[in-house]
């Protein structure tokens, strides 16, 4: 059977962890669901029995995705699991309602804690919709989206050839060294700037303190004439798209919080740190993102414009001092102290914004899901994109994805703690606020 594969391949039984893998591991432990989910619709219907091949191939190709995450006091690590084959990674099912379903998929969990890796095809009226499941302990959204292309690969290389066998990718490494390297940085630590640090929160999404029940999620998605209105604005006004959507994000909060005016309000905005290797690629499915922490105060009648230039100018003096960075020393650094500690700093931090009532606001733009078209043996995707973990209030986190110059827009979030009619309030102002951006 394919774990015969394992062994031919030679396939090492264990692999290190990183100072990355143990900040999502441990952070979700108490405040998020840990899953970032990919979702692919198609007009048509895929292979299946060559989908479940080719995702029981993708874990010998990413062996990370057959390991589970093995803690312990100074050093956890990677540990390869037994009888992959009988893990079911991959299942589908035939349903009349394809959004119930979808939405019953977002909010299931791991069928085990061990997982790292879950693919589901959902099969209505001829239609097919493909949600995977991607533990963010061992990648994040630019994992999922490398991810995307190797699944896509096996899948059309066996519709070529029954019999292919991705090469194991066993030494690629999934740290930040290569990154440090390239930047010509030899002690990381030394890339640690306490300036740059996150401010004491100031504010939070509105909820509020009953017992978290249910998972949910909430979309907005832009169609191609609006998303292209967006980057022409952008452009136009010497700003970046990224930074036209975290304008409109600032707008939408300062009318949900009211925070106080002339007071600075923060977002950490997440950065692919992958943008500074030559290839722009890692050397295998891995977390390697960063935050930079943004910081804008509320004017009160300040034209959608005015605060654009603002966020512009923020950001641009982030740019020109290597953004993430610091971040990514600060992880380094949490390696040094051992997994234990980590353990209960992290926790301590949880249980000081829970008290607090107070945490970051976080903006994810995970970019362009794939060039279009996605084509999985000549069925081309019509609609791909990204859906953040869900996290528990007070933190709150946009999630951002585009794919054929769409445009969607997604907040995980758990009920009764935080209300549905909040979150909708939200992404009602959130796309008004977008869409004022015209000519």
């Given at each position: 059977?394919?774990?015969?594969?394992?062994?031919?391949?030679?396939?090492?039984?264990?692999?290190?962890?990183?100072?990355?893998?143990?900040?999502?591991?441990?952070?979700?432990?108490?405040?998020?669901?840990?899953?970032?989910?990919?979702?692919?619709?198609?007009?048509?219907?895929?292979?299946?029995?060559?989908?479940?091949?080719?995702?029981?191939?993708?874990?010998?190709?990413?062996?990370?995705?057959?390991?589970?995450?093995?803690?312990?006091?100074?050093?956890?690590?990677?540990?390869?699991?037994?009888?992959?084959?009988?893990?079911?990674?991959?299942?589908?099912?035939?349903?009349?309602?394809?959004?119930?379903?979808?939405?019953?998929?977002?909010?299931?969990?791991?069928?085990?804690?061990?997982?790292?890796?879950?693919?589901?095809?959902?099969?209505?009226?001829?239609?097919?919709?493909?949600?995977?499941?991607?533990?963010?302990?061992?990648?994040?959204?630019?994992?999922?989206?490398?991810?995307?292309?190797?699944?896509?690969?096996?899948?059309?290389?066996?519709?070529?050839?029954?019999?292919?066998?991705?090469?194991?990718?066993?030494?690629?490494?999934?740290?930040?060294?290569?990154?440090?390297?390239?930047?010509?940085?030899?002690?990381?630590?030394l890339a640690f700037n306490p300036q740059l640090a996150a401010?004491?929160?100031?504010?939070?999404?509105?909820?509020?303190?009953?017992?978290?029940?249910?998972?949910?999620?909430?979309?907005?998605?832009?169609?191609?004439?609006?998303?292209?209105?967006?980057?022409?604005?952008?452009?136009?006004?010497?700003?970046?798209?990224?930074?036209?959507?975290?304008?409109?994000?600032?707008?939408?909060?300062?009318?949900?919080?009211?925070?106080?005016?002339?007071?600075?309000?923060?977002?950490?905005?997440?950065?692919?740190?992958?943008?500074?290797?030559?290839?722009?690629?890692?050397?295998?499915?891995?977390?390697?993102?960063?935050?930079?922490?943004?910081?804008?105060?509320?004017?009160?009648?300040?034209?959608?414009?005015?605060?654009?230039?603002?966020?512009?100018?923020?950001?641009?003096?982030?740019?020109?001092?290597?953004?993430?960075?610091?971040?990514?020393?600060?992880?380094?650094?949490?390696?040094?102290?051992?997994?234990?500690?980590?353990?209960?700093?992290?926790?301590?931090?949880?249980?000081?914004?829970?008290?607090?009532?107070?945490?970051?606001?976080?903006?994810?733009?995970?970019?362009?899901?794939?060039?279009?078209?996605?084509?999985?043996?000549?069925?081309?995707?019509?609609?791909?994109?990204?859906?953040?973990?869900?996290?528990?209030?007070?933190?709150?986190?946009?999630?951002?994805?585009?794919?054929?110059?769409?445009?969607?827009?997604?907040?995980?979030?758990?009920?009764?703690?935080?209300?549905?009619?909040?979150?909708?309030?939200?992404?009602?102002?959130?796309?008004?606020?977008?869409?004022?951006?015209?000519?």
């Open positions: 059977m394919m774990d015969d594969i394992r062994n031919g391949n030679n396939i090492p039984n264990q692999f290190p962890t990183n100072g990355q893998d143990w900040a999502n591991y441990i952070g979700h432990l108490w405040n998020a669901n840990r899953q970032i989910q990919l979702i692919l619709e198609f007009e048509d219907r895929l292979n299946i029995p060559r989908m479940r091949k080719a995702v029981r191939l993708s874990i010998d190709a990413e062996p990370i995705l057959g390991c589970t995450f093995v803690e312990n006091e100074q050093l956890p690590f990677w540990e390869r699991l037994e009888h992959l084959d009988a893990r079911n990674c991959f299942r589908w099912e035939e349903v009349q309602d394809r959004d119930e379903a979808l939405t019953i998929t977002l909010t299931q969990p791991f069928d085990s804690e061990e997982q790292q890796l879950q693919v589901k095809l959902i099969r209505s009226n001829n239609a097919d919709t493909l949600c995977i499941k991607l533990n963010h302990a061992c990648c994040d959204g630019g994992g999922a989206k490398e991810y995307l292309q190797l699944l896509l690969k096996i899948y059309n290389h066996l519709g070529e050839d029954e019999t292919y066998r991705p090469e194991s990718n066993v030494a690629g490494q999934r740290d930040a060294a290569r990154l440090f390297q390239t930047l010509g940085i030899k002690d990381p630590l401010l004491k929160p100031t504010w939070s999404f509105p909820y509020k303190e009953v017992e978290a029940k249910s998972f949910h999620f909430s979309t907005l998605r832009l169609d191609k004439s609006q998303t292209g209105t967006l980057h022409s604005y952008a452009k136009v006004n010497g700003a970046t798209l990224n930074d036209l959507i975290l304008t409109a994000f600032y707008r939408a909060l300062f009318v949900i919080v009211q925070p106080e005016e002339a007071e600075p309000m923060e977002i950490c905005v997440t950065y692919d740190l992958r943008n500074y290797l030559p290839d722009k690629k890692a050397d295998a499915i891995c977390n390697l993102s960063s935050v930079v922490n943004h910081r804008i105060a509320k004017r009160e009648g300040e034209s959608p414009l005015a605060t654009l230039k603002r966020v512009s100018l923020v950001m641009n003096e982030i740019k020109n001092n290597k953004p993430g960075i610091h971040s990514a020393a600060t992880l380094e650094m949490l390696m040094g102290i051992g997994f234990k500690h980590a353990v209960a700093s992290i926790k301590a931090a949880w249980e000081e914004a829970v008290k607090s009532r107070m945490s970051t606001i976080n903006l994810s733009n995970m970019g362009i899901v794939a060039k279009y078209p996605l084509n999985f043996g000549g069925l081309i995707a019509k609609q791909a994109y990204l859906v953040t973990p869900v996290f528990r209030s007070p933190s709150f986190m946009l999630g951002v994805s585009s794919y054929d110059q769409r445009l969607t827009f997604t907040v995980g979030y758990c009920e009764p703690e935080m209300a549905r009619s909040d979150v909708d309030a939200f992404f009602s102002i959130l796309q008004k606020e977008l869409l004022s951006f015209q000519g």
